[in-house]
């Protein structure tokens, strides 16, 4: 049978787009949510695919457990990072930012958030807050309970609502954040961006010890105020900004020279940005150059 009808090779196909979200989601890391697709994808073929009932529910199961594993070996990663760590951007399709549910999960203020749980309350959580997953699902998925998962998801879900964004933020309204900042560099004048800083606002550069950033978050209106009246002018001295979709919320893609040199995004809270975070790091700019499909 050629591989193109082969029933196991279809639902792996069919669940693909699905099973990386999982494990981006889980991860904050496509590089490595794609080798979790390929771990999968190996122990798939070694199953009897007529004894599995539910494909897809096998399927995510298998990435589950896969991106458990990845996740705390993560950590010890993090440890070691150079600076701030953050999500891995994707160029996402237009659609995505449609679908409010799916472009808040993956967004960047969301991700970071999940940072803050530990590997199975995140696990736990993107598998019943995001995809809605029956509590024994979830179970089978990170060898627990299933009162245990429920204990875990409520636990999760509290820790999660005190740290999101309080809103749910229109494109609109980031749209805007990110014209201010768009308009400054290309005119000088910083003050309508000023004037959307929240006082709260924190600023995160990821250079991962390859670029130069920040080594620290900057925090506060006047702290970020005055690095972007430094790095503002220079960036319109070298480089250039670009509108994009990132993670399903608008962003800019940043050039020196023409070449890609980094992604920026925001958090807005109550129509101010209380976030500005901006990846540098090459390694994590290889999904930037074709659309990534999620779903859900």
Known sequence: MSQATDPATAAFVEHRNLLFTVAYEM???????????QETWLKWTGVEFDEVREPRAYLVR??????????????????????????????????????????????TAMLLVLETLSPTERAVFVLREVFALGYDEIA????KSPAAVRQIAHRARSHVAARRPRETVTSHAAQGALDAFRHAVETGDLQGLLDKLAPDVVMLTDGGGVKQALL???????????FLRLALPRLKETGSVEPAQVNGHPALIIRIGGDLDGVLTVRIDEGLITGLYHVRNPEKLSHMADETPVGR
């Open 27 to 37: 991860l904050g890391s496509a590089a490595d949510a794609e080798d979790v697709l």
């Open 62 to 107: 298998i990435t589950t457990r896969q991106a458990l594993m990845r996740l705390r070996s993560l950590k010890r990663r993090k440890e070691d990072y150079v600076g701030p760590w953050l999500p891995e951007p994707l160029l996402t399709a237009p659609d995505v930012a449609e679908n409010v549910e799916l472009a808040e999960s993956v967004s």
């Open 140 to 143: 089978a998925a990170v060898d």
């Open 216 to 226: 620290h978050p900057l925090a506060g209106a006047a702290e970020v105020g005055s």
